[in-house]
């Protein structure tokens, strides 16, 4: 058996997830502000949980995206 440990889960879910989130919602979204969403994301980021990191890129959308709901759910 091997003895180095695996990964934790959380590095699953890591800077790449946020790059690709920002550029899949610009794709949907051109007016889409990457850089502040990247900015709110990443602030404390490699320190939070998996389940912190979601709700983190889950606020950042929220304070992305246009606030009218049906939009915001059109783009995602």
């Keep these: 058996m091997d003895p180095t440990p695996a990964p934790a889960l959380k590095d699953g879910f890591a800077?790449?997830?946020?790059?690709?989130?920002?550029?899949?919602?610009?794709?949907?979204?051109p007016g889409f502000d990457t850089k502040r969403f990247r900015k709110i994301v990443l602030d404390g980021f490699d320190d939070l949980s998996l389940m912190a990191r979601v709700r983190r890129v889950a606020e950042a959308l929220a304070a992305t995206l246009p606030a009218d709901f049906a939009q915001a759910h059109a783009i995602v």
């Design 15 to 29: 800077h790449a997830t946020v790059d690709w989130t920002a550029r899949t919602v610009a794709a949907a979204h």
